[in-house]
């Protein structure tokens, strides 16, 4: 079970609703971002290196933040 995710505004609630008690996630791990786009593109190469919805709980590939227009820097979705 492996699942990659970030948050834009709220890291505690984030974790939170994936990660606990009553969940079947029980460990993670995180990396700092000095940027939502860079966090955005960390994500997605995270995704990518991690096999995609193919390997991962993800059913999609990482949304980008409301209001940008960023592309994802393995695949350019």
């Not at 609630?13 to 593109?41: I, P």
């Not at 995270?46 to 695949?75: A, F, I, M």
Request: aromatic share 12%; proline share 4%; charged share 35%.
């Amino acid at each position: 079970m492996r699942y990659v995710g970030r948050s834009d505004t709220d890291v505690n609630s984030r974790l939170r609703s994936w990660v606990g008690k009553d969940s079947r996630y029980k460990q993670f791990k995180y990396s700092y971002a000095t940027s939502s786009k860079e966090a955005f593109e960390k994500e997605c190469k995270n995704y990518h290196d991690s096999g995609g919805s193919e390997s991962l709980d993800n059913k999609d590939h990482p949304q980008r933040p409301e209001r940008t227009n960023w592309k994802c820097p393995v695949c350019g979705a």
